[in-house]
């Protein structure tokens, strides 16, 4: 699956990626039904195998798409991939929590969140917009289910993951920082050690996942000279 960013005017100099695509891994035997229709809720919700045109975080908005970081996610195309693979009061993770998008998508449409940021700084940012944006919607049939508890926790996540319950996470949705990229923000992750890095955190999350529960990377292409950077290859298998 993967969504499509908005294609708009283009103000650099290189024509940049539209699209993203998501890797999603399940366990074996796994039989949930993947759905996105539900028109109560907004017609984000789909039943396409993508998103087209995600409303791409700017300067410029003042609601939950206002970007006030730097590898901020939008939150329609969360709310896609959540609405697909969990139900209401469903458990959401996400390991690389950075301003909250995953969160506040989760909490939108009635699912239990928890999020692990290593920063500080993007912690606090994180629940500063979990409590401005994070407000459940009220289903067409008008019913308003108890708000799910939330948390956003400081550390990393190859340290948090093994206090979390076994079998406790319906949907872990993450961004994990690009290789070579970011470093000034994040800690770096080079090409090379890409691979093992996802596994670092992917194998002890294995058992944290609940039988019917999935994990979705959402990763960026590294296109050099037209061809998909090895390293995203390699993390996919």
């Not at 809720?41 to 396409?48: E, F």
């Not at 998103?51 to 410029?60: E, L």
């Not at 500080?120 to 308003?144: C, D, M, T």
């Not at 956003?152 to 093994?162: E, H, M, R, Y």
Request: overall charge neutral; hydrophobic content about 30%.
């Amino acid at each position: 699956r993967n969504y499509k960013k908005p294609e708009g005017v283009r103000t650099h100099k290189k024509f940049r990626n539209s699209w993203e695509p998501v890797f999603i891994y399940c366990r074996k035997g796994f039989d949930r039904d993947i759905t996105q229709s539900n028109h109560g809720l907004g017609n984000d919700l789909t039943d396409n195998d993508h998103h087209d045109d995600a409303s791409y975080p700017t300067m410029a908005r003042n609601d939950d798409n206002f970007q006030q970081h730097k590898c901020q996610k939008p939150v329609s195309a969360m709310r896609w991939l959540i609405h697909g693979l969990t139900l209401p009061g469903e458990k959401v993770v996400d390991l690389f929590c950075g301003s909250g998008t995953t969160g506040i998508a989760a909490i939108q449409l009635g699912r239990i969140f928890h999020g692990i940021e290593t920063s500080k700084e993007s912690r606090s940012l994180a629940e500063a917009r979990l409590a401005a944006f994070g407000k459940e919607e009220r289903p067409s049939n008008g019913r308003v289910r108890k708000p799910s508890p939330s948390s956003v926790t400081q550390g990393n996540c190859t340290d948090l993951i093994p206090m979390l319950d076994d079998r406790s996470i319906n949907l872990c949705l993450c961004s994990p920082p690009y290789a070579d990229q970011r470093n000034g923000h994040y800690e770096g992750v080079s090409e090379a050690q890409y691979p093992e890095f996802t596994l670092r955190w992917m194998s002890p999350l294995w058992e944290k996942l609940a039988d019917d529960g999935s994990i979705l990377i959402v990763i960026r292409p590294d296109l050099k000279h037209g061809v998909i950077g090895d390293y995203v290859l390699r993390t996919r298998l």
